[in-house]
C-alpha cells in the first residue's frame, strides 16, 4: 500500500493527500490547480523551495508564479544557468560574468579573447533558444563541499572555489545541464522548456540579457537606457580593481587573512573622494555662472534617491566639503511642505497617498524658492504631522550671496517639483545603493536585498518596527519607487554610489537577530529566511571597525553626524 501525506494548498484553500516523496510539480498537477501562469517554485511551511523539492511529512504549500519576486528569480537564475551552458559549448575557454542589473535586464560581461560581435551574441541567442527547446532536465546534487570544490577546481571557476571553501558548510548543491555544471544560491525550474521568453541584445561593450516583465510576463521589460545609471556601475568596478576584491569569496578570504580594516579605510577614502568630487562639480559651476549671469547662478542642490539609500547622510557628508569650497549649505526639508491632510490624494485603495509629489504644496515650494533665489526673505513652513496641517514657523531665511539650498527627498529630480525654477541654478544629485560585488561570476547580488536589509536595521533600532513590518510594507515601498524615483533617476547631473563592498558583513550582526523574529507562521518569514540565509556567505566584520563617518552609521549607528 502507497504511504501518502497530507499537503494542505493554500492556492485553492483545500487538503490533499499525495504520494510520500512526490515533488511538488507533482503535487501541483495532482492537485487540478489552473494557474494563469505556471508555478515556478513553491513555498513550502512558508519557505521557498524548486518544484523539484520532495516531500516527505505533512505540509503547507502555495503555489507561486513567475509575477512573483521569487518566482521572477528562479526564472532568471534558470536563464543566467541556460546562458552560461550556451557560451561553454560555443566558447569552450570562454566566460561570462552576470553583472549588473540595468534596462530591465542583466549587463553580462563576455570574454572570449576579443571583441564582441553581433554576431557572436545572435550565436549565443540560437544556442539558448536550442537549448530552450531541447527540454533538458536540470538535476540538482547535493554533495560533501570537498567534492564540490573539486568538481568547480576541475573547470576553472575560481570564484565558486572561494565562496565554498570560505563558507565552512558540510554540504554543498549544484546544478547541472546535461554534465555542465554550475552553482547558483538560490532553486532553479527543473527543466530548460520552463523558459518562455527572453531577450539577449548587445549592449556597450557586452550584452544584455532580458527579462520577463513582472506586470505582463508574456512581454519583455522595456529596454530603456540607462547610460548615468551604468557608468556609476563601472565606476564601482574600477573601485573594485583597486581594492582587487570583486566576489564574495575574495572578499572572505581578506577578512579571514586579518586584512580588512585596510580594505574598509580604502573604500571609505573613495566614497569620500566622490562626495568632495561632486562639491567640486557644484562650487565649478557656481562660480562659472556667476560670472556668465550671476541672476541664473546654481542656488539649489536636489538630492534624491530610494529607501535607505543613504541620503541624509549623502547630504551631511557633501555639506562639509561645500562648506570646504566656501559655500555655506542651507538645508530645506521637503516635510515642511505637505499639503493639509484633507487635501492629499488618495490612492487606488481610497488611502491617503503620502509618496505622491502631489501631497506637497509644489505652487509654494516654486514661489519660496524663487524668493529666495531673488534675494528675499521667505517664512518657511512647519508641518504639524499630529494636526495633519501646515503652519507659520517663525523661521525665516534669507540666502546670502555664497549660500546653496541643500534639498533632499524621494521627488527631488521630479521636474514638476522645481517646474518654475531654472534648469540653471540647480545640480541634481541620484543616490542610491548599487550593490556591486558579486557572490561569484554568475551569482548577482540584487541591490534593493542591500536597502531592504539597511531599512530592516533601521527601523528595529529607531522606529520600533519588527524585521517583520518592514519586510510587509517593502512591496508598496518598491511600488512607490518605481513610480515616484526611478523613471527621473537619468535626470541626474552626478550620481553616488552609497554601497560599501564591505557593508553586508557587518550588517550582519544586527541584521541576523532580527529576521530571526520573523515567526515561520507568517507569510513575511519566506523573506526573512532567505535574506538569512543570503548574509550567511559573508565573513563576519565588526562594526567597530568602522569610522564614525561612515554612511553604514546612519542605519547602525554610532555616527558623528546628528540625525
Known amino acids: 500500500m502507497t504511504q501518502t501525506v497530507n499537503i494542505r494548498c493554500h492556492n485553492n484553500g483545500e487538503m490533499m493527500e499525495v504520494p510520500v516523496g512526490s515533488t511538488l510539480q507533482e503535487v501541483y498537477d495532482m492537485s487540478g490547480l489552473l494557474m494563469k501562469y505556471r508555478p515556478m517554485v ?55 560574468i552576470i553583472d549588473i ?13 576579443r571583441e564582441v560581435k553581433k554576431e557572436d551574441i545572435d550565436a549565443i541567442r540560437q544556442r539558448m533558444e536550442d537549448i530552450i527547446n531541447a527540454n533538458i532536465p536540470i538535476v540538482r546534487h547535493e554533495v560533501p563541499t570537498d567534492e564540490a570544490v573539486k568538481l568547480f577546481e576541475a573547470v576553472g571557476a575560481k570564484s565558486k572555489v572561494n565562496l565554498l571553501q570560505t563558507l565552512g558548510r558540510l554540504y554543498t ?44 510576463p508574456l512581454e519583455l521589460g ?8 551604468f557608468e556609476i556601475f563601472k565606476e564601482h568596478h574600477r573601485w573594485q580593481n583597486i581594492l582587487g ?53 546654481l542656488r539649489m542642490v536636489l538630492i534624491a534617491g530610494p529607501s535607505s539609500s543613504g541620503k541624509t547622510t549623502t547630504c551631511k557628508r557633501l555639506s562639509v566639503q561645500l562648506a570646504v569650497n566656501g559655500i555655506r549649505p542651507v538645508p530645506i526639508s521637503l516635510d515642511d511642505y505637505f499639503i493639509d491632510r484633507d487635501k492629499t490624494p488618495k490612492d487606488e485603495n481610497g488611502e491617503y497617498d503620502f509618496e505622491s509629489i502631489h501631497s506637497l504644496n509644489l505652487e509654494l515650494i516654486n514661489k519660496q524658492f524663487a524668493a529666495l533665489f531673488r534675494g528675499e526673505e521667505v517664512e518657511l513652513p512647519r508641518y504639524n504631522f499630529q494636526k495633519g496641517c501646515s503652519e ?10 555664497n549660500d546653496i539650498l541643500i534639498v533632499e527627498g524621494i521627488h527631488a529630480l521630479n521636474p514638476e517639483l522645481t517646474a518654475q525654477i531654472p534648469d540653471e541654478q540647480k545640480f541634481r544629485v541620484y543616490a542610491s545603493a548599487l550593490t556591486t560585488i558579486l557572490l561569484d561570476t554568475h551569482n548577482y547580488i540584487p541591490t534593493t536585498d542591500n536597502r531592504l536589509l539597511r531599512r530592516i536595521i533601521r527601523d528595529v533600532k529607531y522606529r520600533g518596527a519588527s524585521a517583520r513590518d518592514t ?9 512607490g519607487e518605481n513610480k515616484w524615483i526611478f523613471p527621473y533617476q537619468e535626470n541626474a547631473d552626478m550620481m553616488f554610489n552609497t554601497a560599501m563592498i564591505y557593508e553586508l558583513a557587518v550588517i550582519r550582526s544586527q541584521a541576523l537577530p532580527a529576521l530571526e523574529q520573523v515567526p515561520e507562521t507568517c507569510e513575511e518569514y519566506a523573506e526573512a529566511y532567505r535574506l538569512s540565509k543570503f548574509l550567511k556567505y559573508f565573513a563576519p566584520v565588526s562594526l567597530e571597525t568602522l569610522p564614525p563617518t561612515s554612511l553604514l552609521r546612519e542605519f547602525l549607528g554610532g555616527s558623528s553626524f546628528s540625525y
Open 42 to 96: 513553491a513555498k513550502v511551511n512558508n519557505k521557498v523551495e524548486g518544484l523539484d523539492y520532495r516531500i516527505y511529512r505533512n505540509k503547507d504549500v502555495e503555489f507561486i508564479d513567475i509575477k512573483t519576486p521569487s518566482g521572477s528569480r528562479t526564472y532568471t537564475r534558470t536563464l543566467f544557468f541556460i546562458l552560461c551552458r550556451a557560451v561553454h559549448d560555443l566558447y569552450p575557454t570562454g566566460s561570462v
Open 101 to 113: 542589473p540595468v534596462s530591465n535586464g542583466y549587463f553580462c560581461n563576455l570574454r572570449i579573447g
Open 173 to 216: 548543491t549544484y546544478y547541472d545541464i546535461e554534465g555542465y555544471v554550475d552553482y547558483f544560491y538560490g532553486a532553479l525550474l527543473p527543466n530548460t522548456g520552463y523558459v518562455s521568453i527572453f531577450g539577449l541584445e548587445p549592449y556597450y561593450d557586452g550584452l544584455l540579457l532580458r527579462i520577463p516583465s513582472l506586470k505582463n
Open 222 to 229: 522595456p529596454m530603456t537606457r540607462q547610460d548615468k545609471m
Open 245 to 297: 576584491i570583486g566576489t564574495v569569496g575574495a572578499f572572505n578570504r581578506v577578512v579571514q587573512a586579518g586584512k580588512v580594516n585596510d580594505l574598509i579605510n580604502i573604500s571609505e577614502a573613495l566614497q569620500e573622494k566622490k562626495i568632495s568630487q561632486i562639491a567640486d562639480k557644484i562650487a565649478d559651476r557656481m562660480h562659472e555662472q556667476s560670472l556668465v549671469n550671476p541672476q541664473l547662478k
Open 392 to 401: 507659520k514657523s517663525g523661521n525665516k531665511l534669507r540666502l546670502r550671496d
Open 471 to 479: 519586510i510587509h510594507r517593502w512591496p508598496s515601498v518598491r511600488a
